[in-house]
Each structure stands twice: as C-alpha cells, then as structure tokens.
C-alpha cells in the first residue's frame, strides 16, 4: 500500500513523492518530531551554489555599505550597520538557491503548497560582535496555544561551517515549537544554567540547509573563533500571514527566467483587495489550505 | 546532525532510535502525515508468531461459542464465531508477544507517548455474509461499515496527536475490496472530529468522502491514528479474514480492559514475571483509580509523579 501514490491528498501526495525521491523523509521525521533539521550539502545538489551565494552576500554587502571584505575566512572585524532583509531580488544566485527542489519540497512541507517565501535576510558574525541573541520564537504575533501545524517556517542556508560552539551558531530547544513563546529567563537558557530547558547548538558543514518550525525556541551564541559566520536566512509563511517583505518589482529576466516567481514570492495571493478582486483565481487554492495544512 | 543522539530529549530520542533501528522511520513520517501506515510483515515478526496468532483466535472463538475449528480457514466462507470477540490478552502468550512486539510497542510509543497503555484487544473475524455494525443501531446486513473514528467520547476539536493508536495485526491477506478489508480516509486525523451522519455512508453513489481499501499481506501491521476515519468493507472472497487489532492509548484514557481484575484472575499474574514489561504496558504503576484512603498502588507516590510527567510532552 504506497499512500503517497493513492491520490488521497493531492498536495501531501507531490510533497511526500518529492521527499522519497530527494530522499529527506528522516528530515521532514525530523521535523515532526524536533521541530528542525539539518539537510546536509550532498543532498541539495550543486557543490558550487554555496561559494556563490556567499560571493554575492558580501558583493552585495559591499554595495549596501561600501565597505569591501577581502577575505571572509579571516576577517575578525565590525559588520557595518546594512539593510539585513530584501535579498531576494539583488542576485540571480539567490533566486537560483530558492528554485532548489530539495528546499521548495521543505518550505512546502512547512507551511503547506500555498506557503510563500515571504523574504530573506542574511547574518553576518565576527569576534567583533559581542552579542548572544536570546531564545525567541519567529512566530511573532500568534498567541498559545499554537497550532500543531507551522505558520512560519525558516530555511536558512549556512555558508559557512557550523561545527562547534565558537562558530557563533544558532541554538535551538528541540520540541519547543509546540506550546508558546519563552518567558522571562527562559530566554537565558542557553546561556546560564537552566534545569528545564536544554538548548543545543545547529551543526552543519557549510552548504547544509538548517530548517526549523517557526514556533521553535530558538537564539545564537557569540562567535569565538577568527572568520565570518555567513548565513542567508529564508523564511516561509503560510498564505494567510502578513509578509514580512514589502512587495518589489520583478524584473522581466526574472519572470522570463523564473516564471512561478510571483507565486514563489507571494504576490498572487488574494489579499490585498482593490476594488475589484484581482487574482481571482486564487480563492479557491486560499480557500482550500483553510481544509487542509499541506495544500 | 543526528539529533537522536544528542539525548537531549529523552523520550523522543528513544523512540526516535528504536524506529532507525528497527527502520521504520518511513512508517511514522506516514503517521504523522497520513495518519496511517502499513508495516510489511518482514518488519515485524517471524511467520510462526503470525501462525500462532491465528490458530490461538480460532480455538479460542471455537471454545467461547462452543464451536468447532473450521478444518481450513482459507477455504471456510460461511459466518463464524459470535459475540465474545473482546479479551485477547491473556487467551495465549501469543497474544502477549504481539502486544509488546518491538515494531509494535515502537509505533505505539510514537503515537501516544513512553507511556502507552494497552486499551483493549478485539479479534475481527470475516467471511462472506458477515454483517456489520457501528454502534447499536447501525447494523449494515450487507457488511459495509460505516465511517467512524476509534476516540470514542472525546469531543471535537480532537488534538492532532493520537490520543490512540489502532495496531491491528493483518494475519490473512488484504490484496483488495474482495477480502473485506478496512478503509480508510488518509488525513481525515487532521479534520479534528468524527464524521457526521451524512459523512458515514462512504459506499453510496455520490458520498461525500471517498475512502481507500487498506491493503497489505498476512503478518503485517495497519496502523491508524485514532481519530482517523475508517470503517470497512464486505467480503466477497472465499474464506475468512482474521485480525487482531491492539488499541493503545495515552494513559489518562479509561481502558478498555480492567487490567488489575483481569491479572487477579488464574494465574495470569505469572506473565508480569515472564514480561516484566508488561506492567508498564498495563499500567499498573498508574495512581488512578485510586480508593478513599489513597492509591491502590503500593508504588503510588511513584506513579503519582510519573502521572503528571506524562503530560510533559507528546513522547512523554
């Protein structure tokens, strides 16, 4: 009895079909059942998309503060104050990364076939930066009980290793996303001692795909060791959720190259109304992932 | 990232190992997804223990109802058997291997958490004629079952995790509709309540809710979510269908079984001896019922904490 080929649940059914033949089933387990994963390199494909998106952040980067980094395995210094969010659209490259079917099959598993990529950001780390980001979940806004389901999900491409505390990683608490946000010092606990509440650190080679439930617990610890941290953090949210990215335009390369853009993007969903309803064929997908998590 | 090995959450990162052990960590992602799977049978036991299972119902049925074993139950299409269907536990220590089967116990601990609890073990006996029933007045003469979900009283909005867990062992092949299987709605555990009247009747022309035969060959497991919409089929092959279903629950659920009266009868208590193991499935630890003065468990204070630890965490 092979359930994804019975047409039972049409949305579920390309969803589960993909992962068996990416062969990320024990991730999307992981999901379930931690709330976050780690898709190691060899699994998505091409060797040479990590070195190129890390060349285009820092290009970027560069263009945004003109401030030029020479060599990011090196460098130990300040990150100059840049726009952290609306990557998307600056470099094919990103679009390329986003366009990964190991990574769609993901973001849809998360937030369902009409979950949309509602904006990137990237996170750049040095010695210089003495901070430890305290545990928070991404799913700001929503009150508890939360839903068993994930209203956001975050993709984050670490192009850069994380092999141990000194890289500076994220932290996360493994099974938080189901209940509420921390409270109080609870938001400590990866940095004191806490009997409760034991976060772990993300590890992953650089080219890994670290995904988590956006309702997980998550933070980061200072980096101790010399070089960057470079990580370019995608999030997807479910088709009823405010973006966090302002609509941008598109060029017509894009479309032409990347035609499911706007659907990729979100900008096809039902809301905002005009006068006239202008994607009027999108009620009835909307409507249906009100029936079912994974459509 | 092996995040199992980590033990950083005890109760998930056991039963998260024992499933890559025993390699059915493709069976709980269905679970969790479709809200059932079939486990083949060279995943869950040798055939003896499937043979045994068999042979045991029918003697068993045969000396409740003052019947005789069929000569061959391939080839025996007539109705048998009668209403003492419930009680399987402690009939033949086969029953009692099929409970606490590595395969088994792993799926249900995934289900409903460390501390499942056996509910109860019916045996399903099918051949041609054999009617159907839903509850007391839905008596289906032709064999359809009506859709239903197993969490009986539990209002809606049903929690997305089990509350039980369906481990029904297939000891006759499910090839299709003319062996009377079950069918099933896959993801209706996601729609959070039974279906409604005009829900039930999946067999009519127009039904609102189509629903799949289950299939599967003789020793495997079917396992459904306990709020999954299910009910079955009439058959139309020749000789029976067998199954042994285990409901497993979360241990706040009023068994189906009064386990403590069942292990003062005979000498049933020796089996705790055999499978000290058993009495976790019990649940003899728990504190509830207890009586005016206090538990009626010597170990309560115990089971007192393990009780309400229990509510930690959906593996707890």
Known sequence: MDLPDLGTNPELDTIMQRARKFDIETNLLDLAMY???VVPPEKLGSKDLTPRLRDAILRVYERRTQHKIDDWSTYDGKIEAHQSWGWLLEDDVFLEAMH????????????????FLAGASVIFKTQA???DLPLHSDSHGVPPPWPSFATYGNLSWLLTDYLSREDGPTVLVPGSQRGRMPRG??????????EHIKPIPLEGAAGSLAVWNGSMWHGSVRRTKPGMRITLVTVWQRVFMRPIERVKEISPEQLKKWPDLPRLLGYERIYPYQEEITNPAQVDPTIQAGRDQYA | MHIAALENVPDTDATRLEAEKLDIEQHLLELHTYGVTIVPPEKVAEPELIEQLRSAILRVIAERHDLEVPD???????????????????????????????TANCIAKFMCGRNVVLQGTPAIIKTTGTPSRTGTKARNDEGFMRLHTDTHGVPSPLPEWAQLVNISWLLTDYNGPEDGPT????????????????????????????????TGKAGSLAIWHGSLWHGSRPRSADGMRITLPFIYGRSYLQTIHDWPTALAQGDNAKWLEKYPELGDLLACWHPYPTDRDGSNTPQSREGNTRMIGVGDNVYA
């Open chain 1, 35 to 37: 709330g976050f994963t």
């Open chain 1, 100 to 115: 990964n079917p190991v990574y769609q099959t993901i973001g849809q598993f998360l937030t369902g076939q009409s979950g």
């Open chain 2, 183 to 214: 069918v099933l709605v896959p993801g209706s555990h996601r729609y959070g309540r039974m279906p409604r009247d005009y829900e039930r009747e999946w067999w009519v022309e127009d039904a609102p809710v189509q629903a799949v035969p289950l």
């Open chain 2, 72 to 102: 061959d139950w391939r080839t025996h299409s007539e109705p048998w058997g009668g209403p003492k269907a419930w009680c399987w536990l402690f009939e033949d220590e086969s029953f009692i291997q099929a409970a606490l089967n590595p």
């Open chain 1, 129 to 131: 930066q003495e901070f």
């Open chain 1, 185 to 194: 010092n609870e938001s400590n606990a990866h940095l004191e001692e806490n």
